[in-house]
């Protein structure tokens, strides 16, 4: 018990350690460029501009800093201090059965954790963004949100949850297995579900109204043979100022959304380019790439998790008293990112080679400058920083940073017009 808390709370520093020292990096690798914009992107980006990003993403870092102190010191006091024992204890007076003791044990637990991440998120939300330009969110709009967020999670999550249980109490050793095939079935689904009945209890989802750019964007999606459910504006302005896109939905339920916040940023030419890119992680099959990485990484979760329900040195060594199938979901959730941290750049560096063929994919279908404008644009708007450290990027960031990303395909068009 006491080595497997001592390998916990090792891992634990390390991981944090490593995550200080990198912010570190960031923060004076933006300090040490903030006089001056890089030579690259000084015709089209002002000097307010890049120290308005530089600032903006400084104080990211710093509020997130202080975040993660907040988020390590409750993570101690749910595992080695006694608050999931002393939940698990209260649940357990309520009399009911395993499995409905399992379900509210576990939505509790995500409920309180909500709670308590609550200040950061007002914080983030009314202070930063607010004093960057950022954000367009109410008190209302912001309360409304956690209230379908929570309900949601009850309606949604609590099915889930009792068939996985169930599983887990009666499927035998190989429970694990099933547990796993259950929540790849629910993964699909939801993302067949989401785009059509959860996403448009957020926002308003509308046909496209430029129907010259809906015009254009059509011919390149019929030049690039993909079909869709749809082209739609979302009232992402409602909530922030940023600007994106997205592929959402699965099978027949594919839709393409634009924020219309970068509707008004881009020109039609710099629209489609970015479509572009989109329609490549879709034609390089990303999507299905990602999900066959993710799914196999939680079928060795699972399996991880199905052999360690049977060792009592991770309940005890985790301050656990009293073991249960429940208890084991949720320790599993809290101590596994400190033995996975060591992941990331790994994770980022797949994710950064699907950016790179993406846009490779883009050039074929747009020219290649109507896509640099494009970024260019959007780092200016969203207030990215140009001048990022590159281990703090490598590790964190799952897009290239902008000057590699650009150079990236200025090459390939000076490749491209060689030969």
Known sequence: MITFTLIFLTALFISAAIDIWLNQRQLGSIAEHRHAVPARFEENISLESHQKAADYTSTKIKVGTWAGFYSLALLLVWTLGGGLDLLDEYVRSLAWSPLTTGVVFILAFALLGSLLDLPFSIYSTFVVEQKFGFNKMTAKLFISDMFKQTLLMAVIAAPLIWVILWLMQTAGTMWWLWAWAVWVGFS????????????????????????????????????????????????????????????????KTKRIVFYDTLLEQLSTNETLAVLAHELGHFKRNHIKKRMLVTFSIFLAGFALMGWLAEQAWFYEGLGVSQTSNYVLLILFMLAMPAFTFALSPIMSMYSRKHEFEADDYAKEHAEAADLISALVKMYDDNASTLTPDTLYSAWHDSHPPAPVRIAHLEAKTVAGNVS
Do not use: V
């Not at 999606?221 to 939905?249: I, P, V, W």
């Open 188 to 251: 699909i689904l939801m993302m067949w579900l989401y785009p059509t009945f959860i996403a448009p209890l957020f926002n308003k989802f509308e046909p496209m109204k430029d129907l010259e750019l809906k015009a254009a964007i059509e011919a390149l999606l019929t030049r690039c043979g993909f079909e869709s459910n749809g082209l739609f504006q979302m009232d992402g302005s409602k909530r922030s100022s940023h600007g994106n896109a997205y592929f959402t939905g699965f099978g």
